[in-house]
């Protein structure tokens, strides 16, 4: 059995504008923006808002305007967006919208606890981030977790914010197709799905741990498992590292004693999800 993006369940984001560059899509006759706007009226109801793109004379009579979802903003210039985006931009697009805010750990419980009692056969994946503090880092480890199948990344409360532009733009997007959940303690989480989740810490200079090389296929709980990663100077935090069930390290040579959180991230979750029991 395999993993695959289930994004029936996951709540859809909110639009409320899309910013973007001058282009011949937004000019006569293509008219996008109203082509748009009959797509979205023709699909069944769209989201109420307080202004609307009026339909033109030259139309068809049977478009009738109706509130639109979202605006369309278009600069006059590449300079202009770059300007307000903080970056060069060169393609692409500018969005804005809002952040679900109904992802607690209630609903982490509960999301977790249907992924353990559904009759699939493949593991409980989840990846949780221990005081995770570049947003370029969360984000690509967000992307990391959606390739392998990580079925939620859990973040510790002083993580940094996953909805941060700059790791919303690293994820590739891929932070709205897996939850990300912020708890308020990640000890006592952990603890709390002790034995439901075997979790293992990323650790870089340990005598008492696993070697991930020396792990055989079929050894990692078919059960479920977490793969904790923490902060890129310090590691994982005491009280985390005492509440997970293993402690796990990638064998490097001698002279590297350490990996980038990313890149370690990406070897563990992979390592894990290969090594699953039947």
Sequence with gaps: ASHHLDCNNLEKIELKSIFVKPSVLFEEP???VSEVNQALLSSGPVLS????IPTTSNEDDNCVAAPSPFHVL???SEAVLSKVAGFPISRGA???GVVPNDRTEQWLDEHLSRKLQSS???SLRVLALDGICDTANLGSMVRTASAFGVDAVILSKDCCDAWYRRAIRVSMGHVFLIPVVRVENLAAFLGKWRHSLTSYAAVVQSEDCLVLDQIRSGDIPSKGWCC????EGNGISDDVLKNCTKKLKIRMIDGVD???VPIACGILLHGLAEREGN
């Excluded at 808002?49 to 609307?52: A, K």
């Excluded at 904790?228 to 902060?231: A, D, Q, R």
């Design 74 to 76: 278009v600069a006059q």
């Design 258 to 260: 350490s990996l980038s």
């Design 120 to 122: 699939s056969s493949v």
């Design 94 to 96: 500018l969005a804005c």
């Design 30 to 32: 293509v008219k996008l």
């Design 228 to 231: 904790v990663m923490g902060n």
């Design 49 to 52: 808002r307080d202004q609307s």
